[in-house]
């Protein structure tokens, strides 16, 4: 899908005018949804065109189609000569897709000329020519000034007609006539064996041939169409899936036609708290894509209603595709987490659209979601899940389809969450490779067994352009809603559940037998400091006595000397000392000794 | 404009009155195919006609809505209007005996 992709944005660069000049083959706009995009502007002007097909795959309707929207939005009239379905026919037909075609016939803008042969009627002998099938149209397009002209399976001709050769050569001769007329003529054709129409047209008609297919593929059945040919001009030469819808034909990827699409730096929540935390605080870009993939049960749906319940609250409006359950059991279901979303649903906030995956094709699908979406232009658009969905088609279709899908809410701005189931024991990674690359957020939801129990948990994978925690998160579901709560992790792996309330109560455990240890401990070394302290005390007592005891020993020391001086001056007194007198004699002598 | 030219040889005398064979021939202007196509329907009815007979030749060139509304695709063609069922031969009716058998006039003689 990707080669479409990048075909189709070629096909668009070739879209704006100002390259081409005269040289570039003047072209008639088809109006049909897509078909103009692929062919560069419409079918080439005033030539013919050959659409053909196998049977049931559209012909009959995309001429027609082309002939109505000429009328209407272009201003083209048309004539519609048909060769197998009468006017009644093909006026019933295309009212089913909103064509009035007689309001048109009766405005002059379509002349329908149904052409009725019987080959059981009719007998030939000798040559004959066309010219009443001429005179005919001639007389149509002159009457109305027509510029288009379907012709719808022309090769009824063939099995009406005898002698092939005549037959042949007035056919080259009504295309070249056509041409000379001017008008823009279609001609239907079945699709041959071997040939792309059975009667070999493609010869006569050599401007431009579309062929269109119409496949099944495990039972589901997708239209194609091809531009086989276009002379003298550029086109999408790859299949293009196209759909027959209510309002006609579309051929669909024109909304992947380049990466240019409108980017937002504005953050929406995602109504989870820690959610949002683990996204840098401030949860998902708006108009990003997010990937929800978990294994059965682990609250996908139940994320994606928050998505939804939280933007609902902002006063935005979200879509939820369901393709697996009814809106109404969501709705109860979601109650039972105390999320309400009834009353959204009343106030036109929130809208569900369930479909099972099997009602109709991919292509189908696709058509139907862009139809809803522009309808209620929905600011968050859920999808639930998208896997189911994947599953109707091949994985080459459901991813194109994913990307289509994906460009278009981009385009529109549409922040858009996905949730996809994975098998249990599927390598989860590698089961998502064809979606997550298209993704810019992806979350993964999962669920550890352990201590016969399981319990979820929430990773975030990916989370382009934003800060994003790298951590597991246990995911809580209650009647009060949903938490994340951090998960244990430590020397023994990551624990939930009870093993994380387990491993917590270990703890405290641990760290209440830790306090008391260190309060016994603490008591111990009181009481051996007080211990202390008093010991300390009585030495201090020991001290101060022995100190006073000192103290008291030198007052006695002191008193003594001093009696017993006094008693020595006194003694002396008493016993006439000289030996003062003696003294100061001898002093006075050496004096005398030592002067000349 | 209806270019009628009328071929009545002497009505009937056997009982079968009723029975006027009607021919309606389309052509397109006059070509060398319309004037062979009259000219051998003519001489085809001339040669077998029991009773009456009446070609209507008609210009689709100069009426292109009784093209549309009678069904004429290729030309020349006839048409056998009278007696029922319609019967119809295109072309420039060169073999008698294809036309004999085409417009059912074989079971007449």
Not at chain 1, 328 to 337: D, E, G, L, T
Not at chain 1, 402 to 428: E, M, P, Y
Not at chain 1, 534 to 557: F, N
């Amino acid at each position: 899908m990707q080669t479409i992709t990048q075909g189709c944005a070629r096909m668009k660069r070739r879209v704006p005018k100002r390259t081409y000049s005269s040289t570039r083959l003047p072209r008639c706009p088809t109006g049909i949804q897509g078909l103009d995009e692929i062919t560069g502007g419409g079918l080439p002007r005033g030539r013919p065109t050959l659409i053909c097909g196998s049977a049931g795959c559209g012909k009959t309707l995309m001429s027609a189609e082309f002939l109505v929207r000429g009328a209407t939005q272009f201003g083209d009239p048309g004539v519609l000569m048909s060769f197998e379905e009468t006017e009644g026919e093909l006026t019933a037909n295309l009212a089913s897709l909103g064509f009035d075609l007689k309001r048109l016939i009766r405005e002059g803008k379509i002349v329908l000329d149904y052409v009725h042969i019987e080959p059981s009627e009719i007998q030939a002998s000798g040559e004959y020519d066309l010219e009443g099938l001429f005179v005919r149209l001639g007389h149509a397009i002159d009457s109305i000034g027509a510029k288009r002209v379907v012709l719808d399976t022309l090769e009824a001709l063939f099995a009406c007609l005898p002698n092939e050769g005549i037959l042949r050569a007035e056919l080259r001769r009504l295309f070249r006539w056509l041409k000379d007329k001017g008008v823009t003529a279609v001609i239907t054709a079945e699709r041959g064996r071997e040939s792309l129409t059975r009667h070999g047209l493609e010869e006569y008609v050599s401007d431009c041939v579309i062929l269109l297919d119409h496949r099944i593929y495990d039972q589901i059945a997708t239209r194609h169409l091809r531009v086989v040919k276009y002379r003298g001009a550029l086109h999408g030469t790859n299949e293009f899936p196209f759909l027959i819808g209510d309002d006609g034909i579309s051929v669909l990827p024109i909304t992947s036609l380049g990466l240019n699409h409108r980017i937002s730096s504005e953050r929406i929540g995602t109504g989870i708290g820690r959610l949002d935390a683990m996204l840098g605080g401030r949860g998902f870009f708006r108009g990003s894509s997010i990937l929800l993939t978990g294994t059965p049960g682990t609250g996908k749906t139940i994320v994606a209603a928050k998505f939804a319940h939280a933007a609902c609250l902002r006063g935005e409006r979200s879509m939820f595709f369901s393709f697996e359950e009814s809106p109404n059991q969501i709705i109860r279901n979601m109650q039972s987490i105390g999320m309400h979303l009834e009353p959204l649903v009343k106030r036109h906030l929130l809208r569900f659209y369930s479909a099972r995956p099997s009602l109709y094709g991919l292509e189908m699908h696709l058509a139907t979601m862009f139809r809803e979406i522009a309808a209620f232009r929905p600011e968050v658009v859920i999808v639930d899940p998208i896997t189911s969905l994947m599953d109707a088609g091949t994985d080459f279709e459901s991813k194109g389809m994913v990307t289509r899908l994906i460009d278009f809410l981009k385009g529109g701005q549409i922040t858009s969450l996905f949730t996809s189931l994975t098998q249990g024991g599927h390598a989860l990674q590698q089961s998502e490779m064809a979606m997550s690359s298209l993704m810019d957020s992806w979350l993964l939801l999962q669920e550890i067994e352990g201590n016969g129990e399981r319990n979820r948990v929430l990773y975030v994978l990916k989370a382009r352009g934003m800060a994003h925690s790298n951590q597991i998160r246990e995911f809580l579901i209650s009647n009060k809603g949903i938490d994340l709560v951090d998960a244990y992790i430590g020397p023994s792996g990551v624990l939930t559940g009870s093993a994380r309330m387990a491993q917590a109560a270990r703890e405290t455990a641990a760290e209440l037998a830790r306090q008391q240890e260190a309060a016994r401990r603490q008591r111990e070394l009181s009481r051996k400091r007080g211990a202390l302290e008093m010991q300390i005390a009585g030495l201090r007592s020991e001290h101060e006595a022995s100190d006073i005891e000192l103290r008291q020993i030198d007052r006695q020391v002191g008193t003594q000397t001093r009696l017993l001086d006094a008693e020595r001056t006194e003694l002396g007194r008493l016993r006439q000392s000289d030996g003062s007198l003696a003294a100061s004699r001898a002093v006075r002598k050496s004096l005398k000794a030592r002067a000349p | 404009m209806k270019v009628v030219k009328s071929s009545s040889p002497c009505p009937a005398a056997s009982g079968k009155s009723a029975k006027v064979w009607r021919f309606h021939l389309y052509v397109s202007g006059r070509t060398s195919k319309s004037l062979a196509a009259y000219a051998n329907l003519k001489s085809i009815c001339e040669r077998s006609m029991l009773g009456g007979y009446r070609i209507t030749v008609i210009d689709i060139a100069e009426r292109p809505k009784v093209a549309k509304a009678d069904q004429v695709c290729a030309t020349p063609m006839v048409i056998r209007r009278n007696p029922r069922p319609i019967r119809t031969v295109i072309g420039t009716l060169s073999d008698p005996d294809l036309v004999l058998v085409g417009l059912d006039i074989a079971s007449a003689i």
